[in-house]
C-alpha cells in the first residue's frame, strides 16, 4: 500500500507541475509579450499628434456650421446677409477684422452722448462708438441693433466663450477698446481668456499673423460683398496651421 501511495503521489506531483508549465509564460514568450505591448504603446504614441488635429478640426467644422446656420438665420430675418469689412474706395475686402460677431449677437443703440455708441446685450459695460467700428469693420454702424426698449427684436445668437476674442491682447495696448471677433483659436486676449483651438503660429513672424497687433489669434474670415467660392451668398472660412501647412476649411466644396 505504501508503495502505491507514493506512486499515487509522484503521478500527482507530475500533474501539478505539468499544470504549472501550462499556466506559467516561458522567458521567450514574456519577451514577446513586451514586445508587443512596447510597439502598440508606440503607435498609440505616434497616433496621438494627429488624433489630436483630426478632434480639432472637427470641432472648427462644427462651429462653421454652426455660424453658417446663425449667418442663414439673420438672412432670413433681415433679408441681406450680415455686412463684411469692405473699403469701397480701395474695392477691397478685409476678411479677418470683421463685425461678424456683433451682427449676429446683436447690439443696443444709446442715443445719450454727442455721439452715442453700441452696447453689446450680454455686457452692458461695453460701449462701442460708431467712429470705433468705421475704424475697424468698415461700418458705420451694425444691422442687427435696436433701442433698448426694442431689444426683443435682435437676432441673438449665443457663442461659447472660447469662440470670440478681443483684437487686442492687452488694456495698455496703444488705442485698445474693447472689440472682439469669432476666433478659431486664440492664445490669449485683453480679458485674460486662453483659447485652445487652432491659434496662429507663434514662431512666424508678426507681420505674417492675420492680426499683427495680438499674436496667435486667429479670426474667422468672412467675406459677403464680393465672394469668390460662392457668388451670391457669402465665403466663410477658418485658415488652420497642420505641420507647417495652410489648411483652409470653409463653406463652399473642399
Avoid: C
Wanted: charged fraction near 20%.
Amino acid at each position: 500500500m505504501s508503495i502505491t501511495r507514493h506512486l499515487l503521489g509522484a503521478a500527482r506531483g507530475i500533474r501539478a507541475r505539468d499544470r504549472r508549465h501550462e499556466l506559467a509564460f516561458t522567458l521567450i514568450e514574456l519577451l514577446v509579450v513586451i514586445s508587443i505591448i512596447a510597439l502598440l504603446a508606440g503607435l498609440v504614441v505616434g497616433l496621438a499628434p494627429v488624433v489630436g488635429v483630426r478632434i480639432r478640426e472637427a470641432k472648427v467644422k462644427t462651429e462653421l456650421a454652426d455660424i453658417v446656420t446663425a449667418i442663414e438665420t439673420y438672412k432670413a430675418k433681415f433679408g441681406i446677409y450680415p455686412p463684411d469689412n469692405y473699403d469701397p474706395v480701395a474695392r477691397i475686402t478685409n476678411p479677418v477684422t470683421n463685425g461678424l460677431y456683433y451682427e449676429l449677437t446683436g447690439v443696443i443703440v444709446s442715443n445719450t452722448g454727442p455721439t452715442g455708441y453700441f452696447v453689446v446685450p450680454d455686457d452692458a459695460q461695453v460701449q462701442i462708438t460708431s467712429a470705433t467700428v468705421n475704424q475697424y469693420f468698415g461700418r458705420d454702424g451694425f444691422v442687427n441693433s435696436a433701442i433698448r426698449e426694442q431689444r426683443r427684436r435682435l437676432l441673438h445668437h449665443k457663442f461659447a466663450e472660447g469662440q470670440h476674442a478681443e483684437i487686442f491682447p492687452s488694456t495698455t495696448t496703444p488705442g485698445y477698446t474693447k472689440l472682439e471677433v469669432l476666433v478659431v483659436g486664440f492664445s490669449s486676449d485683453a480679458s485674460g481668456k486662453k483659447g485652445s483651438g487652432f491659434q496662429w503660429p507663434l514662431n512666424i513672424p508678426v507681420a505674417e499673423h492675420p492680426v499683427p497687433m495680438n499674436k496667435g489669434l486667429n479670426p474667422w474670415r468672412y467675406v459677403s460683398s464680393n465672394p469668390t467660392n460662392n457668388p451670391g451668398t457669402f465665403d466663410l472660412w477658418a485658415e488652420i496651421i497642420v505641420k507647417g501647412q495652410k489648411k483652409i476649411i470653409g463653406n463652399w466644396k473642399q
